[in-house]
C-alpha cells in the first residue's frame, strides 16, 4: 500500500539554525499538510498545501515556517531560525481530495530537538 | 478553542474485552475521523463518520455520532494486544477546509 515517507526520521539542530524537514506523499495525491506534535500535546495542524500554493495555516505558522514542493515528488517544511518551543515530532500527511470528508494519510514522522 | 476532548485519558483492559472511549467537540463539525498512533509511528487513520451519519462499522470497530450532544465514541470489540495504541479523535470544522483538529488522545494497553 502506499505509505507517505519522512525523512529524516531525527533531527537535532541548534537553535537558531534554519532546518528542512523532507516529505515524500503518496504519488497520486494532490493535497499535503504538515502537523506538529509537541510531547504529551495533541497534534496541531501547521499547514495544507494544494496546486503550489498555501491553502490554509494556523496561528502557529508563522514567517518563520515556510513549505515548498519543489519537485514532483517532495514537500518540504523549512523552520528558518529554530527555537527551543520547535522541539517536536512533526507530521506530514497527504489527501487524494480537498473535499473535507476524505482521510488524510500521515507519515511516521521526524522528531525534531533543538538544543 | 478546544475541538475533540477524549476520555478516558488512559485505558487498561485484558485481552478479549470491548474498549470504548469517548470525544467531546465544541464547535459544529463537517465530520468526525478516528486515529491510531502507536508508539513512534506516525497516525493511521482508521474510521471516518459524516456529520449527518450516526453509526458506522469498520470489523471490529463501531462509532457513534451525537451531534445534539457534541459526542461521539469508538468501540473496539474484542480487543486484543495488538490494539495497544493510542486513540485520537479529529474533526474538520469548515466545508471548504481540511486542516484537522486533534484532541489529546486516549491511551489504551491491552494486555494478554
Not at chain 1, 532546518?19 to 495544507?48: A, D, M, T
Request: aromatic letters at 8%; a neutral charge; hydrophobic letters at 30%.
Amino acid at each position: 500500500e502506499p505509505e507517505v515517507t519522512q525523512t529524516p526520521s531525527h533531527q537535532v539542530t541548534q537553535m537558531g539554525q534554519e532546518v528542512i524537514l523532507r516529505c515524500v506523499p503518496i504519488s497520486n495525491h494532490l493535497y499535503f499538510y504538515w502537523y506538529r506534535q509537541i510531547l504529551g500535546q495533541k497534534v496541531e495542524f501547521l499547514v495544507s498545501f494544494y496546486n503550489n500554493e498555501i491553502s490554509e495555516k494556523s496561528e502557529i505558522f508563522d514567517d518563520q515556517f515556510s513549505v515548498e514542493r519543489p519537485d514532483g515528488s517532495n514537500f518540504t517544511l523549512k523552520i528558518r531560525s529554530t527555537k527551543l518551543e520547535d522541539s517536536a515530532m512533526y507530521f506530514c500527511a497527504s489527501s487524494g481530495d480537498r473535499g473535507s470528508n476524505q482521510p488524510q494519510h500521515f507519515g511516521d514522522g521526524t522528531r525534531l530537538s533543538i538544543l | 478553542s478546544q475541538q475533540g476532548e477524549e476520555d478516558p485519558q488512559a485505558l487498561s483492559i485484558q485481552e478479549g474485552e470491548n474498549a470504548t472511549m469517548n470525544c467531546s467537540y465544541k464547535t459544529s463539525i463537517n465530520n468526525l475521523q478516528w486515529y491510531r498512533q502507536n508508539s513512534g509511528r506516525g497516525l493511521v487513520h482508521l474510521i471516518l463518520i459524516r456529520s449527518n451519519e450516526r453509526e458506522k462499522h469498520s470489523g471490529r470497530l463501531r462509532v457513534t455520532l451525537d451531534t445534539s450532544k457534541k459526542s461521539s465514541s469508538l468501540l473496539i470489540t474484542a480487543s486484543r494486544a495488538a490494539d495497544t495504541a493510542s486513540y485520537f479523535c479529529a474533526s474538520t470544522v469548515n466545508q471548504a477546509g481540511t486542516a484537522l483538529i486533534f484532541g489529546k488522545g486516549t491511551t489504551l494497553s491491552v494486555s494478554s
